[in-house]
């Protein structure tokens, strides 16, 4: 696993703000005083600390993060995201939303269709982009280099989350930017990550009809699947409808 250790980090800490107090370091970074010093007792600072201390001293977060053991080739390996991982960060009642204005437009052989994307990461993110970046065996090889066990990767992923060391260990094995998992797992923004402002809709616009009814259905049959487990569970199924977005 990729820690970033204490004492790494004191030393990091010295060079951005060799002037500042603890207590001035937070304030500026916009943290409380006793998360840092829980971190620093237990000898690991998170990377949401690391990240948001680069930011309150407007440095590069990706930078900041490459100085750090196990994470020193993220600045070189930062590219703009696939198709693939663009089309996973659109919310499943947003592909819906296009579906049928797409079909409408088609009727009236006139407008263009032009719909305002959710913000993201939606809720079902991480899953989505783990999906969408998979080479075929992606939990296994995750679980093999990282030692963590796959039924811990998968309890991950069916809570919607990824911890930054197998966010960037995935994103390496599927041969893919390695700031995307950071993206959608909200660590890092959009433009943070190297995402085009504009990128899903450009990708989404450029499926075929086709491809978007495909892609309707897949999600569809997502939920059809989650809508089962929650009456099977507790009949909770307006939950799903409300984390359909």
């Not at 963590?148 to 390496?172: D, K």
């Not at 660590?187 to 309707?216: K, S, Y």
């Amino acid at each position: 696993m990729m820690a970033v250790t204490a004492k790494a980090f004191q030393l990091w800490r010295s060079r951005i703000a060799p002037n500042d107090t603890v207590s001035e370091v937070c304030r500026t970074a916009g943290i409380k005083r006793s998360t840092l010093a829980q971190q620093l007792v237990r000898g690991k600072v998170s990377v949401g600390t690391i990240i948001a201390i680069a930011r309150g001293y407007s440095r590069d977060p990706v930078q900041a993060l490459a100085e750090f053991d196990g994470y020193q080739d993220l600045g070189s390996g930062l590219r703009p995201p696939t198709d693939a991982e663009l089309v996973s960060q659109v919310s499943s009642i947003d592909i819906l939303r296009i579906l049928v204005a797409r079909s409408e437009d088609r009727e009236r052989a006139g407008g263009t269709v032009e719909l305002e994307l959710a913000p993201f990461p939606h809720r079902h993110s991480v899953r989505a982009w783990v999906e969408a970046v998979d080479p075929g065996d992606l939990r296994q090889s995750l679980a093999a280099r990282t030692g963590v066990a796959r039924q811990n990767v998968s309890a991950q992923l069916t809570a919607g989350r990824l911890s930054p060391e197998l966010a960037v260990e995935a994103a390496r094995i599927a041969g893919v930017s390695l700031t995307s998992g950071l993206v959608v797992t909200g660590l890092l923004t959009p433009a943070e990550g190297g995402w085009p402002g504009n990128g899903r809709e450009r990708a989404l616009w450029a499926l075929t009809d086709l491809e978007l009814v495909q892609l309707g259905r897949d999600r569809l049959e997502i939920l059809g699947k989650q809508l089962r487990k929650a009456e099977l569970d507790d009949g909770q199924d307006q939950a799903i409808w409300e984390n359909l977005g």
